[in-house]
């Protein structure tokens, strides 16, 4: 399902006033909560070194002493920024809409508007985008060359509809990706594969996690009508015609127990997760108010 036409103009954003006020309370934001998880923690082993009266005996290593015969302590490097990597699903799910954006193309002002609030925080920001594979990407940068490269890519219409597929993305990442970073995927987590679930943990393991589960409100609830509606698999073009009356509390129920499982999926990786509706025309605000949460988390 691929798509001809984009309604995408990212650069233009950068000077809207309203959407530039809004990236300064998210940048504080994230000053104030990932920073704080990530730049605090985020400490490397540098090496060994010769243990001295004035040294915290606490960080003796024992068994690293005993091995060279002399008292060792660890030492260990602070990360100085952050380096943030989205990875953004651009399959055929995301090519759906009852708004006025595509659920693609709202993601796409969510990650681009999201990303130059990270590089105004003086962090570094890399992207994947990826359907079955990853259709483009660039590693975490920081300067202008980085939005522009962002939004190049996510204005290309070339980059957008496939197959689904985390394990072949996750495999990409890791093999591209081998400093310390915050992944954030987003996607609509529609039409994943069996065992997806196993693909996040991996995430989780080896990166700092969070999801934006993003979503439109066709995703979540049929139309308050009578009558029949037709529908379509987005993968195999297949159609049937469904009876609103009947089926529409069975799947709003379906929906609200897979967004449910989605969390506890997130939750048990220990990794965030933000809801967001293509309805809501503040695309900032939800992330604010997560990362809001997130650092009265912190300081509790």
Known sequence: MPVKKLDLDLIPQLKTQEVRAKRKVLARMLEGSWTALLKGRGMEFAGFRKYTGSDDASKIDWGASLRANETLIREYEEYKNVNVLFLLDVSNTMLFSSQRKLKAEYAAEVVFN?????????????????????VAKSMPSIGKQAIYGLASSLENPKNYGGEKDLKAVVTAVD???????????????IGMQDGW??????????????????????D??????????????PFSDERIFIDVKDYKPLFEEAVREEELYIKGVFEA?????????????????PLIDYFKRRSAIIRA
């Not at 990786?269 to 605000?285: F, Y």
């Open 175 to 189: 093999v591209m990706l081998k400093q310390k970073a915050l992944i954030i995927i987003v996607s609509d987590f």
């Open 114 to 134: 999201l990303a130059v609030s990270i590089l105004d925080n003086g962090d570094s920001v890399g992207y994947a985008l990826f359907t079955d594979h990853i």
């Open 220 to 233: 979540k609830a049929f139309p308050d009508i009578g009558s029949q509606i037709l529908v379509e698999d």
């Open 269 to 285: 990786a220990k990794a965030g997760l933000v809801s967001v509706s293509t309805d809501n025309p503040d695309i900032l605000r």
């Open 197 to 218: 679930e196993r693909y996040i943990r991996m995430l989780s393991e080896k990166f700092d996690l969070i999801g934006i589960m993003l979503r439109d409100p066709r």
